[in-house]
Nanobody
């Protein structure tokens, strides 16, 4: 069983930055690919980014390319999502998810994840 805890959300003005963290409770954290999703009430959950077990491969949604950066620190069992130049359209609850499925990050939006965090709210507003 893996518990994931997101943190780092909050209120930021358009053009600002936030860094989200996803921390896992298990020493086997480095066995899992980690993805970020976001969801706005009334809309479908949207994939944002994914990073493989050793950080050597990443994937980004078109909406995140050039503005968001995913990284991981397996010693700290944490994956980060650096979000820059934020826009009001980025407002959502952000969730991280873990999967041990090979090649998960190649199509993470369509693959079931093993574990999910509780989410952290990101609000971009002036």
């Amino acid at each position: 069983q893996v518990q994931l805890v997101e943190s780092g959300g909050g209120l930021v003005q358009p053009g600002g930055s936030l860094r989200l963290s996803c921390t896992g409770s298990t020493f086997t954290f480095n066995y899992y690919h980690i993805s970020w999703f976001r969801q706005v009430p009334g809309k479908e959950r949207e994939g944002v980014s994914c990073i493989n077990v050793d950080g050597g491969s990443t994937n980004y949604a078109d909406s995140a390319k050039g503005r968001f950066t995913i990284s991981r620190d397996n010693i700290r069992s944490t994956v980060y999502l650096q979000m820059d130049n934020l826009e009001p359209e980025d407002t959502a609850v952000y969730y991280c998810a873990a999967s041990g499925t090979e090649e998960y990050c190649s199509d993470y939006e369509f693959q079931p994840a093993y574990y999910w965090g509780q989410g952290t709210q990101v609000t971009v507003s002036s």
